[in-house]
């Protein structure tokens, strides 16, 4: 059972237009949300995250959402540019037996975003 | 440069003939983890670490096994490797739990 689950496996934007990747989630433990890039032959490199404590997060060009009545985040990316093409894992955190915490990931988002 | 290293980045086996993936990070992290990535399955926790002799099972630990006698490394072992380990590896590291990880360039493994 996902609990994470980012339901478009593809997204095709314009450059200079806003990409929009959106993220589910079904556990309510989840207190912490992150995402990661992913270029081929590379290893995920972290990008952004937020707290549950909050709705939104911006660094750069890149805001991500949180909406927890929904259990919906979302990442925005504006402008979009041609060297954001790659995959986007969302991912989500909850405290997990005594101090740990244990991350669930999404299966990704392949982003091409085309000249 | 604050890095996640793993060796080797691409292996051919076969049935049966142990191995070690190893992974070091000179970032003074706390915490390591090893994943495996497979089309339709993303990215599963294999075993993870919080500190130096601390170890843990992730969601697939079965047929590996790690050691984390130093803080900077966190070898991933397999006994006896079987066609379904077949995969891309990753290690990961970060200062505290699960988080922020920084992530090493993955090993690509093929076990025929």
Same mark, same amino acid.
């Given at each position: 059972?996902?609990?994470? $689950? ?14 929009? =990747?959106? @993220? ?5 433990? &989840?207190?912490? &949300?992150?995402?990661? $890039? ?7 490199? &972290? ?6 404590? $909050?709705? $939104? ?8 959402? =949180? ?7 979302? =990442? ?12 986007? &894992? @969302? ?25 | ?23 070091? *990070?000179?970032?003074?992290?706390? !915490?390591?983890?090893? !994943? #495996? *990535? ?5 990215? #599963? *926790? ?14 697939? /630990? ?9 803080? #900077?490394?966190? /070898? ?25 990880? !920084? ?10």
């Amino acid at each position: 059972d996902q609990q994470v $689950k980012q339901n478009s496996p593809s997204l095709s934007v314009q450059e200079g237009r806003i990409s929009i =990747l959106n @993220c589910d989630y079904t556990n309510s433990m &989840f207190d912490y &949300f992150l995402w990661y $890039k992913k270029y081929p032959a590379e290893g995920p490199t &972290f990008l952004i995250s937020i707290s549950s404590i $909050k709705d $939104k997060n911006e660094d750069g060009r890149f805001t991500v959402f =949180l909406n927890k009545s929904a259990k919906h985040l979302s =990442l925005h990316i504006v402008p979009s540019q041609p060297g954001d093409s790659a995959v986007y &894992f @969302c991912a989500a955190s909850a405290r997990h037996a005594g101090n740990n915490r244990k991350l669930i990931w999404g299966l990704g988002t392949s982003l091409a975003v085309n000249p | 440069e604050a890095q996640v290293t793993q060796n080797p980045r691409y292996l051919i086996t076969v049935t049966g003939k142990k191995l070690t993936v190893t992974c070091s *990070q000179n970032m003074n992290h706390e !915490y390591m983890s090893w !994943y #495996r *990535q497979d089309p339709g399955l993303g990215l #599963r *926790q294999i075993y993870y670490s919080m500190n130096v002799e601390v170890t843990d099972k992730g969601d697939v /630990p079965e047929g590996y096994k790690v050691s984390r006698k130093e803080k #900077r490394n966190f /070898p991933l072992i397999l006994e006896s490797p079987s066609p379904n380990q077949t995969s891309l590896y990753f290690c990961a590291s970060s200062f505290f739990g699960a988080n922020e990880q !920084y992530f090493g360039p993955g090993t690509r493994l093929t076990v025929t």
